[in-house]
């Protein structure tokens, strides 16, 4: 049955609001257990002649849940009653809530708001275009700065090499770049795992653009974790990039511990990441968390 929650008595400026927002299509939002609804103020009804072509205000709200267990799958909301907005009239509001049985699982509860038919999906390109070109900016600054740094560097130790008396410069005037040419090309410590960043580092450029260019030219975002599983896949396709970046600058080191390079690059970056998972999966479990990633889909990622 209905169940009243309140009453408005019209006065001018009320009716005047409503007037408004109605005939401007005035819509609001609800959610209900982290899910949306949509619903219309109400009315304008030009063409119900039992309202005089007036607007109309719904009164009532009739909520549809769905259930699969004790959890909340889908929900909807229906406008009902329309009033006729009136001076001194008053609009008594109700709602009440029909529970529908349903075989959906919890993890499928937000598949309809991915329905290109249900919720209409917009790349937002001047968003994208407004934080690329800001990238630019900001790594073009800092290049600026370093070559402007560099510049007067090289200025300098050309004035000195041309003085006639290098010996007797001051070694406390040796600033910038030059306090660290000792150590350019000298052998660094954790050189292997440095290879395995780097490779790993372009590895992950390569996924971040190839994934972003998929979600471009197709729907990848509509399917429910089609972007995570294809960001998977191509960081696995293009393991070879990682290890073709380590191996190439670990070469020009001419060290020997190449076969530890290798297995860094291979397994340092996936066995973090796969360290990281299982621990809190295993405490998601344990909490009977529903952020638990159950063991079959882990051993299959």
Known sequence: GKTKVCSKTLDKRAVAVFNAAVKNNYWYNMVLDELPMWAMV????????????GPLVYTHK?????????????VNITSEDPSKLNEGGVLDFSYS???????KHFAQRFLRYLDQDFFEHQIHWFSIFNSFMMVIFL??????????????????????LDDEDPVGADPGDETGWKQVQGDVFRFPHYYPFFCALIGTGVQLIVMVYFTTLLSIIGTLYVGRGAVSSTAVIVF??????????????????KGSAWIKTML???????????????SLNSIAIAYSSLAAIPFGTMVIV
């Open 264 to 278: 860094l690059s291979a397994v340092g970056f996936s066995g973090f990441c796969v360290a990281v998972v299982l």
């Open 236 to 253: 696995a396709l293009s393991s070879f990039v990682s290890g073709y970046t380590s191996g190439s600058h670990y070469v020009q080191s």
């Open 139 to 160: 790594v073009g600054l800092v290049a600026l700065i370093l070559l402007r740094t560099l510049k007067n560097d090289y200025q300098r130790y050309a004035r000195a």
């Open 62 to 74: 009739h909520f549809s849940i769905a259930y699969h267990g004790d959890r909340v799958i889908e």
């Open 42 to 53: 109400g009315d304008k009804a030009e063409h119900n002649s039992t309202s005089g072509g």
């Open 97 to 103: 809530v029909t529970w529908v049985p349903t075989t």
